[in-house]
């Protein structure tokens, strides 16, 4: 395999370049399973008396309302659900690297033209083999509907079918992301499942991933079933049940007391519950989301530079860590996580983790707002309102009067993208390429902040195109731009916390929280 992932370290590199068809898909999923996928000497999860019956894995997930088709999904719950029933060209280790998936391998035959050798004997859940020709459906698809993350492949200018186990990705320009994009959308389709179901597919997705989608009772709950032909080896694990459990204290409860085997996320302050609970572990890996403060730049006084700077000086990061998540976070520089591939740790130039009260007042003063108001919207999320009430509270010690202002997630949202807020507290959360936050700060990007700042675009459009030390250097010259200026405040990099059953073996946690790992896990 050429290696085109800069961000790899060299150990890295060469452990994956030396991985051959057969063991590719170990690090894209988890290690352990038998290849056979023989489950019958474990007992089941729901209390079975180890007379070898089949094995449930229940899972307490955040919201039940899905969109099972990978490129057009917009929240993030539905991820975790349809990445055990589809598998992708390329996918991400629970390292967060690119590995070869549906590929056996690929290459990078120029800068703007990359080639994948698919593995063969794979079949769609439907019994239909997966060919290169599914991949170039799915590219047309995902082109040809209104699917939101379509602006991933724009880049590409054709997709070609060399031959059944050959597929051929020609680009406009260079574009460095590449990779992490179609991780991010090319999870094949069967066409003939498409258009068989058509507006029910969403319902009845097929894929070709170690589980098959059975039933759905929206609101309620989901099951998945071990899939006997899948290429990897039938999971030990028969199957998935997704049980919808919006309030995170009946989640906990119900993985005390063995309703659940796994909860989705776990809050920070019920962490120190599953610690001290039986039978029952907290897993945590570094998370892939940032606290961030907003500022609008087309609010008076938040286009001033200085101000902005007085503001995030003003926060202290480390007791909204210490109280919103109980220290199951770290304070945070910059819009990369510091779980991410690029995260510049060497980020210098103002604003301790404690933050500086007199410097901050000082510096609204000399910059002629002393007397400065302002409004902050937020979600009605419990970190978010809290975050939110807590910079409240560090503002006014600096003179400040703030407000906050709870809105349900959507309207919180779609009110920022509007440019309809003064600062606006929340969080990103991706796992990826550092260019799919980077570049939101680009005036052509998401930019929430109405910055119009040509330097900032041209490194912007200069990270897309280069690859390897120059593009490394870019990245972190984009964080400490953006530190510098002060369009953010990001404030902290929580934990990605779930809770397990003692029960289950050789369940890998990924930084985002997908339960991949579960098509090489079992039940003891």
């Not at 239909?128 to 082109?143: H, K, L, M, N």
């Not at 897993?283 to 006084?301: A, H, K, L, W, Y």
């Not at 407000?403 to 990103?428: I, P």
């Amino acid at each position: 395999m050429t290696d085109t992932d800069s961000w790899l370290t060299p150990s890295r590199r060469r452990l994956l370049s030396g991985l051959g068809a057969g063991g590719v898909a170990a690090l894209a999923g988890c290690s352990g399973r038998s290849d056979g996928g023989d489950g019958g000497d474990t007992t089941t999860s729901e209390g079975a008396d180890g007379d070898g019956g089949p094995t449930t894995v229940r899972i307490g997930i955040a919201q039940g309302g899905w969109d099972l088709i990978p490129a057009r999904d917009t929240d993030f719950v539905s991820n975790l659900v349809y990445t055990l029933v589809y598998d992708n060209v390329v996918n991400l280790n629970p390292a967060a690297e690119v590995v070869p998936e549906l590929a056996t391998d690929y290459t990078k035959e120029s800068d703007t033209q990359y080639v994948f050798d698919l593995r063969e004997g794979v079949t769609f859940h439907n019994g239909e083999p997966f060919t290169a020709g599914d991949v170039e459906y799915t590219y047309d698809w995902i082109q040809n509907e209104e699917n939101p993350r379509k602006n991933y492949l724009a880049q590409v200018e054709s997709v070609v079918v060399e031959d059944d186990t050959t597929v051929r990705f020609d680009l406009s320009q260079p574009y460095a992301p590449f990779l992490y994009k179609v991780h991010a959308v090319m999870w094949p389709l069967s066409r003939t499942a498409v258009e068989a179901a058509d507006e029910e597919y969403n319902q009845q997705p097929v894929g070709t991933g170690p589980f098959t989608f059975d039933s759905w009772d929206s609101g309620n709950r989901a099951v998945l079933s071990a899939y006997e032909d899948y290429w990897n080896g039938a999971p030990a694990i028969d199957e998935v049940e997704f049980r919808i459990l919006p309030e995170a204290s009946s989640k906990v409860t119900q993985l005390e007391t063995g309703d659940v085997d796994i909860v989705d996320t776990v809050p920070a302050p019920f962490a120190g519950r599953i610690q001290g609970a039986d039978d029952v572990e907290l897993i945590q890996t570094p998370g892939v989301s940032s606290g961030r403060v907003d500022f609008n730049t087309d609010v008076d006084g938040l286009g001033e530079r200085q101000v902005r700077r007085a503001l995030t000086w003003a926060i202290d990061k480390q007791q909204i860590v210490d109280t919103v998540f109980t220290g199951f976070a770290d304070p945070a520089r910059s819009v990369l996580p510091n779980s991410f591939p690029g995260y510049a740790e060497e980020i210098s130039d103002f604003n301790h983790p404690t933050g500086d009260t007199e410097r901050a007042r000082q510096l609204l003063a000399d910059a002629g707002y002393g007397d400065l108001s302002l409004e902050i919207k937020t979600s009605t999320r419990s970190e978010h309102r809290r975050a939110a009430t807590l910079i409240q509270s560090m503002w006014s010690e600096i003179g400040v009067d703030a407000s906050v202002k709870s809105l349900d997630g959507n309207t919180f949202f779609n009110q920022e993208l509007e440019g309809d807020y003064e600062v606006a507290v929340s969080n990103w959360t991706w796992l990826g390429d550092p260019d799919t936050l980077l570049y939101l700060y680009h005036s052509e990007g998401l930019n929430v902040w109405n910055i119009a700042d040509d330097e900032l675009d041209a490194m912007l459009e200069e990270q897309r195109r280069v690859t390897g030390d120059r593009r490394q250097q870019l990245v972190r010259d984009i964080q400490q731009y953006v530190y510098e200026e002060a369009f953010s405040a990001y404030t902290y990099y929580p934990r990605r916390l779930q809770g397990i059953s003692a029960d289950i073996e050789g369940f890998e946690q990924y930084p985002n929280g997908s339960f991949r790992s579960l098509d090489g896990a079992g039940v003891d």
